[in-house]
């Protein structure tokens, strides 16, 4: 499929700008982002772009009933949109515009939406009410090394997986506001990309490590269960998980191509499908809304 670089979508900028003082390297990817939706019957839409600035660098996706709410990062900064339930896309809207921002996660709790933003490897988080207010945003890991965050929300907690320096490390921030303090999950160092999602009160987590993918899930009661491997493929940079309460959906990225399985209550895994076999995808992300629709996007 060809893909044609046009012009950045960006409109109707309102600025904020984030704390860090210190320039960090920016992310070395930047790409053009394309939207595909699984239906209900397991159809595809097929990949549509929605930035062809070709300045992306990161996005991040999260479903709010019909809505969609996409946040990208480019050359720093960080963008929002939604995507209404006909298709439809709002203005862009610029929410940090501090220059360093290397990757972005978001989680929808009846709070709101949450968000957290990664600079020079630190992590700062901030809410968006249904109003459409934004909270400024708050230094929840100064630490230095983190390179990815993965958000779920689950009723009213916001469950936050953090891989820094390959090891894993997980904590909640409760619907107060308050925090409890990172357990370490996964220690091999070896972990290259996370990802979450939930199926009722448990959590499930993906790892990346070595090209094959792992997974594992948290008990309502903080327990974690043992690793179990996925795809022995070899290949695998991404996997990326979405729910759409009753299914859990995984995504993988493997030689620029994205594939597609899910997981149902039962506890079995379908077989991965081919969904995108452009050979060119360099990064995927994924939610899923209400009626069971998940939504893929690549960076091409």
């Known amino acids: 499929m060809l893909r044609r670089l046009l012009g950045l979508l960006v409109a109707g900028a309102a600025t904020l700008t984030v704390l860090p003082t210190t320039q960090a390297t920016a992310a070395p990817v930047s790409a053009v982002a394309y939207l595909n939706t699984r239906q209900t019957d397991g159809g595809w839409t097929g990949a549509s772009p929605f930035d062809t600035g070709g300045a992306v660098a990161s996005v991040a996706v999260a479903a709010d009933g019909g809505t969609l709410h996409v946040l990208t990062v480019a050359t720093g900064w960080v963008f929002y949109r939604q995507r209404a339930a006909d298709g439809s896309w709002t203005p862009t809207t610029v929410i940090d515009n501090g220059s360093f921002v290397t990757q972005v996660a978001a989680a929808v709790t009846p709070e709101g939406l949450q968000i957290t933003t990664v600079a ?44 820094a320096n390959g090891r894993v490390f997980h904590r909640v921030r ?90 149902v209550e039962s506890g079995a895994w379908t077989g991965p499908q081919l969904v995108d076999g452009a050979g060119s995808i360099r990064q995927i992300s994924a939610a899923a809304d209400s009626s069971g629709r998940f939504h893929l996007t690549t960076l091409t």
């Open 120 to 163: 020079n490897g630190k992590v700062f988080h901030r809410v968006r009410s249904a109003a459409g207010s934004w909270t400024s945003p708050s230094l929840i890991d100064g630490g230095g090394g983190v390179t990815q965050v993965a958000l779920t929300g689950i009723g009213g907690t916001l469950n936050v997986t953090t891989l």
């Open 174 to 263: 409760w619907a107060g506001g308050s925090w409890t303090n990172p357990v370490l999950v996964d220690n091999g160092g070896g972990v290259g990309h996370i990802s979450t999602a939930n199926l009722g009160s448990t959590l499930h987590l993906t790892t990346v490590g070595g090209g094959y993918v792992y997974h594992r899930t948290r008990s309502d009661s903080g327990v974690w269960s043992g690793l179990t491997l996925l795809d022995s493929g070899g290949r695998v940079v991404q996997a990326v998980l979405a729910s759409s309460g009753t299914v859990v959906h995984l995504a993988t990225l493997a030689n620029g191509k994205a594939f597609h399985r899910y997981y």
